[in-house]
């Protein structure tokens, strides 16, 4: 079975589903893409991860990874591996240095447990030929700019508000660094990741 390395383009609100994300990954050697639809909590977590937040208490993906960490069990590679009446499924390759073996996941905990310990993501071409989309040039540069959102933990967060980026600039990096202590201990993780991004512009 071939294997077909995927990886991570976006993740965007759904517009079908309420409360959830979709989450978009592309062949890494192709034009294909796969959205999955995903929940707010998981999608949250994959995002902190692509923007290398530490939030301030360990999720549920960060536990798994200690916990694996602490019984040295790694995991080896993240498979989406089938597709069954709309239904998407995945396996977490685990080796625990003497043996390999497989555990069944949803391919959103899945992802963020693979984001964490920095594994790559595949599938096979049963599922692309399936789920998979063909887009245009034209239509790849839009959805690139709708695909550029990160969940955020409330819908007041997802406002545009004062912390913008032009009023950023205006801001003592002391008072960047109390409103991002602050922003990650209220878990607004898009507020956190522009600030961090302003604080990394000065550095």
């Given at each position: 079975?071939k294997?077909?390395e995927?990886?991570?383009?976006?993740?965007?609100?759904?517009?079908?589903?309420?409360?959830?994300f979709?989450?978009v990954?592309?062949?890494?050697?192709?034009?294909r893409?796969?959205?999955i639809?995903?929940?707010?909590?998981?999608a949250?977590?994959?995002?902190?991860?692509?923007e290398?937040?530490?939030?301030?208490r360990?999720l549920?993906?960060?536990?798994?990874?200690?916990?694996?960490?602490?019984?040295?069990?790694?995991?080896?590679?993240?498979?989406?591996?089938?597709l069954?009446?709309?239904?998407?499924?995945?396996?977490?390759?685990?080796?625990?240095?003497?043996?390999?073996f497989?555990?069944?996941a949803?391919?959103?905990?899945?992802?963020?447990?693979?984001?964490?310990?920095?594994?790559?993501?595949y599938?096979?071409?049963?599922?692309?030929?399936?789920?998979?989309?063909?887009?245009?040039?034209m239509e790849?540069?839009e959805?690139?700019?709708?695909?550029?959102?990160i969940?955020?933990?409330?819908?007041?967060s997802?406002?545009?508000?004062?912390?913008?980026?032009s009023n950023?600039?205006?801001?003592?990096?002391?008072?960047?660094?109390?409103?991002?202590n602050d922003a990650l201990?209220k878990?607004?993780y898009?507020?956190?990741?522009?600030?961090?991004?302003?604080l990394?512009?000065?550095?």
């Open positions: 079975m294997k077909i995927l990886e991570i383009l976006g993740l965007s609100s759904s517009q079908s589903q309420s409360g959830s979709a989450l990954l592309g062949e890494k050697e192709g034009s893409r796969l959205p639809i995903i929940g707010m909590f998981e949250q977590s994959i995002a902190i991860q692509i290398k937040i530490n939030p301030t360990p549920t993906h960060d536990l798994f990874k200690s916990f694996a960490l602490q019984m040295e069990v790694n995991v080896q590679e993240i498979m989406i591996s089938d069954k009446e709309g239904v998407f499924f995945s396996k977490i390759v685990c080796t625990d240095g003497e043996k390999e497989e555990l069944d949803r391919p959103s905990d899945a992802i963020a447990i693979g984001l964490r310990f920095g594994v790559p993501i599938t096979v071409e049963s599922v692309l030929s399936e789920a998979g989309i063909i887009l245009s040039d790849e540069d959805d690139e700019e709708e695909t550029d959102e969940p955020t933990t409330s819908s007041a997802a406002t545009p508000s004062s912390s913008g980026k950023l600039k205006e801001i003592s990096v002391e008072e960047l660094n109390t409103m991002l201990e878990e607004d898009e507020r956190a990741a522009k600030i961090r991004d302003e990394n512009k000065r550095n």
